[in-house]
């Protein structure tokens, strides 16, 4: 993507950056504006029609899936950035480490496969699922 006459970001510096800000909830803020202006324009109409936002601009249908004991992603900032989004659904795994899908959880796997292929989330009220 280009980002200034003669300079383009590649994939795995934007990854690079995206990890690092998404570490410290300080830097959200500015990772959010980030985002925003790389994205701004017809393409972010289209990824919050593609992503379910209300008129608004909140997402209305989401999931976000994180380890309890994750040392990378502590389950609080988790909970905060599924906050930030508005409503969907918080997939929590009770399990250590960093990641969760496809990582012998049958049950994420369950709720991951159904929102990637039909997008469908978890049934009822709660906006928090455990996994054991």
Not at 3 to 17: I, K, N, Q
Not at 112 to 129: F, I, N, Q, S
Request: net charge negative.
């Amino acid at each position: 993507m280009p980002v200034r006459p003669g300079a383009r970001l590649t994939r795995a510096a934007a990854e690079v950056a995206m990890i690092s800000a998404l570490a410290e909830p300080e830097r959200w803020p500015a990772l959010a504006s980030a985002i925003g202006k790389a994205v701004g324009g017809p393409l972010l109409g289209l990824s919050g029609f593609l992503l379910g936002r209300d008129e608004a601009g909140a997402f209305t249908n989401f999931l976000v899936v994180g380890n309890a004991f994750d040392p990378e992603a502590p389950l609080d900032s988790v909970r905060q950035v599924a906050g930030l989004l508005g409503s969907g659904r918080l997939i929590v795994a009770d399990r250590d480490g960093h990641g969760s899908y496809g990582t012998g959880s049958s049950c994420v796997d369950a709720h991951v496969d159904a929102y990637l292929l039909d997008g469908t989330l978890p049934p009822g009220p709660a906006r928090e699922v455990r996994c054991r």
